[in-house]
């Protein structure tokens, strides 16, 4: 395992050298402090809400919170002036998951003896008593990064397998303060579980569902039994995981279920079902065919921010036999379809929200905009970033629309949100201002000249010292590169492309994939280049955080 881990992360350790994301450089991000309790931005084009535009318009923010907005407005006279001439406010986004700072509980090593069909339950992915706060980091780089985008709350979800444990909403607001709003929001669910072990397949999850859940009724009826009447019954012993359900069982949290696809769906639906709990489908990438279903079992619907990648449209296959244009042809119309889901649950008058988790943030307006060209309104995009999210939270009285007395969360930027070269310049979470350096100082310009050329990379990893080598190279004005790592399963060495290779005042970012036992991994790189050197970090989901750095070649070697 140590061997597979270290070339695993040997493949993912190569693309970290490459660029960080189109993120805006921050020239102020720290947000620690309020220069002042209160800011006007004035002469701006405010979109309060979705469909609701005031030109020309002011809006004064005081002690974190919205004091007023609207036209003919006079600003205090202790404000902080920020001149909103040609800017645009909108209201903070909201990720309905995410996990942003988040990290996973440690291995739990197998107990001697263990029976496999038998395992504990922390054992087995089912620890519905851990609560997401308590592998939380406010100051995590990723709450960084999500927060340049425009976003500013987040319920965020543990990581694990089958009952990972509860959420939270959080505000990425002063990294000073707890920055949480409310925990144990819901119970975050998925059919993912360990190998070898039970319940081990759909089927067992499934079952183990159905036991668990009934068995916590059981439970939840005899300690009411036993408080209101002790005499004649026993004394119910403690048992954490079955006790975690009581607030599902209750009704007083739902159930925050990740259903990728319609398979999962209708399985997480057919549990619904039979045992009558509230539910949040989440992290759909294929749904919009079982709409019917969704709407009659009551459950929200929060859509995936990721987007498959587009590789096989791309392919040249104009001298292929008719079988693989055929085959060809089925992949193209499936990621077609995928790009479509959003418009198609819009057309269906499905209120649905977006979630971050497993998405990159690089990604986000790239992805916002393919969807709209595939049957999304603009509207009903940033109504699924602010309004939905807060009314399937729970949270639309103080979060979701720019109105006085809400939290002052915002996006300020550059054009119109979704337009191709629109930049964030500000963000406000919870009254702090985040201001971002606009610069244009993008892909294709003469800074892309200290990139270009071969690195060699060095990796700390649990598995040890990887070092390797990388390219990158400039094609019509883009940024392009591919590295070359051993093949996870043992066939030699293998090069991956680099995807999503962005460069701006020296930050770097990319990433790649590579299948590991039939399994597509991604790899995510971020970091910084200094006088030929990059330093940064590689990050695998569910894996960490890894040490990567890298030294770029003489162009010419004697």
Request: net charge negative.
């Amino acid at each position: 395992m140590i061997k597979r881990l270290k070339i695993l992360l040997i493949v993912l350790i190569w693309p970290g050298l490459l660029f960080c994301h189109s993120a805006i450089a921050q020239s102020d991000n720290s947000g620690q402090r309020r220069v002042t309790g209160t800011y006007a931005i004035t002469n701006a084009t405010i979109i309060t809400m979705p469909g609701s535009i005031l030109p020309n318009a002011t809006i004064i923010v005081r002690n974190g919170l919205i004091h007023m907005v609207g036209t003919d407005i006079k600003p205090p006279k202790d404000a902080l002036l920020i001149p909103g001439d040609s800017l645009f406010v909108y209201p903070g986004f909201i990720d309905a998951m995410g996990d942003q700072g988040v990290s996973a509980p440690a291995k739990i090593d197998n107990p001697k003896d263990m029976d496999p069909s038998d395992p504990p339950n922390d054992i087995a992915g089912i620890s519905p008593e851990r609560d997401v706060l308590d592998y939380w980091d406010a100051k995590a780089r990723s709450v960084e990064e999500w927060r340049k985008v425009g976003f500013t709350i987040s319920e965020i979800v543990p990581k694990g397998e089958m009952l990972p444990g509860k959420s939270a909403l959080v505000i990425f607001g002063n990294e000073g303060s707890s920055n949480v709003i409310t925990r144990a929001n819901g119970l975050y669910a998925q059919f993912e579980t360990p190998r070898n072990l039970y319940p081990g397949t759909i089927l067992g999850i499934m079952a183990k569902w159905r036991e668990l859940y009934r068995n916590a009724e059981l439970k939840s009826k005899h300690a009411s039994l036993f408080v209101s009447s002790a005499n004649g019954i026993s004394r119910p012993e403690k048992d954490k995981t079955l006790e975690a359900l009581y607030p599902v069982i209750n009704g007083q949290i739902p159930v925050i279920f990740k259903t990728k696809d319609e398979l999962e769906i209708r399985r997480a639906l057919k549990l619904q079902q039979e045992l009558g709990f509230k539910m949040i489908l989440a992290g759909i990438e294929s749904g919009s065919r079982l709409i019917e279903d969704i709407k009659t079992s009551s459950s929200k619907v929060i859509l995936s921010l990721d987007l498959p990648d587009d590789e096989a449209s791309k392919l040249d296959i104009e001298d292929a036999s008719e079988e693989v244009k055929m085959a060809h042809e089925r992949v193209v119309d499936a990621y077609n379809k995928v790009l479509a889901e959003a418009g198609e649950f819009e057309k269906a008058k499905v209120p649905f929200a977006f979630g971050s988790a497993e998405a990159k943030d690089g990604e986000f307006f790239k992805n916002m905009r393919l969807r709209i060209k595939n049957g999304l309104s603009e509207e009903a995009a940033l109504a699924a970033l602010t309004v939905h999210p807060a009314e399937i939270l729970g949270i639309k009285d103080f979060a979701g629309t720019l109105e006085k007395g809400k939290l002052a969360n915002l996006v300020v930027t550059t054009d119109s949100l979704f337009k191709e070269n629109t930049d964030v310049k500000y963000v406000m979470a919870d009254g702090y201002l985040f201001e971002y350096d606009i610069d244009k100082t993008n892909n294709g310009n003469g800074e892309v000249k200290h990139i270009l050329g071969t690195w060699k990379y060095v990796s700390e990893t649990p598995g040890g010292s990887s070092e390797g080598t990388m390219e990158f190279k400039e094609h019509s004005g883009e940024l392009c590169g591919n590295i070359v790592v051993d093949d996870p399963d043992g066939s030699g060495k293998i090069t991956r492309e680099l995807k999503d290779i962005h460069f701006k005042s020296n930050k770097l970012s990319f990433s790649f994939s590579v299948m590991v036992e039939a399994q597509k991994l991604y790899v995510n790189v971020k970091g910084a280049i200094e006088g030929g050197k990059f330093d940064g970090t590689l990050n695998i989901k569910d894996m960490g955080s890894y040490s990567f750095k890298a030294t770029k070649e003489p162009d010419f070697k004697f």
